[in-house]
């Protein structure tokens, strides 16, 4: 289970940078840069073993991005966040976890995830972060995912 969790954790993080490579498209607009929000959700979901979170981030970003296909949601023009359009349909272990195709991320530990740059940010924070926080909207409903990372 420690690992089907890191798996995810990979996962979401590669929606930031579009996931699976997309068919031709315009390039989105670029939103004005935003302040993190400060929302942390009163209990966490699950645990993300530390240990198994640090393999995963060893073998980086690239890795996840085959099985995991995105695309930039718009409002008037503006970045929004990541719509789940596929996520390892294969591994039956993902259908365990709240996220589904449609769902759109729009933020991982309060922060934006627009520009790789902002992955990156995100990414190597983790291997310190003591939570990955998840702010995602369903149906246009705001949801949250939490996970504690333990030692």
């Known amino acids: 289970m420690p690992r089907a969790k890191a798996l995810f954790l990979m996962i979401s993080m590669s929606w930031s940078c579009g996931g699976a490579p ?5 390039p989105a607009p670029v939103a004005e840069p935003q302040p993190p929000v400060e929302h942390i959700p009163a209990e966490p979901t699950d ?38 359009v596929s996520l390892y349909p294969q591994d039956e272990r993902m259908a365990r976890i709240d996220l589904r195709p449609g769902d759109v991320v729009l933020r991982v530990n309060a922060m934006p995830i627009e ?9 190597d924070g983790l291997r ?7 702010e995602y909207q369903r149906g246009g409903e705001r949801r949250e995912l939490r996970f504690r990372i333990v030692d």
């Open 115 to 123: 520009r790789p740059e902002q992955l990156l940010r995100v990414w």
């Open 47 to 84: 645990e993300i073993d530390r240990a198994d979170l640090l393999v995963v981030l060893d073998a980086g970003v690239g890795r996840f991005l085959q099985g995991v296909e995105t695309e930039p949601v718009l409002e008037e023009g503006r970045f929004v966040g990541f719509r789940l």
């Open 128 to 134: 310190v972060a003591s939570d990955l926080f998840i």
């Open 22 to 26: 997309p068919a031709a498209r315009e």
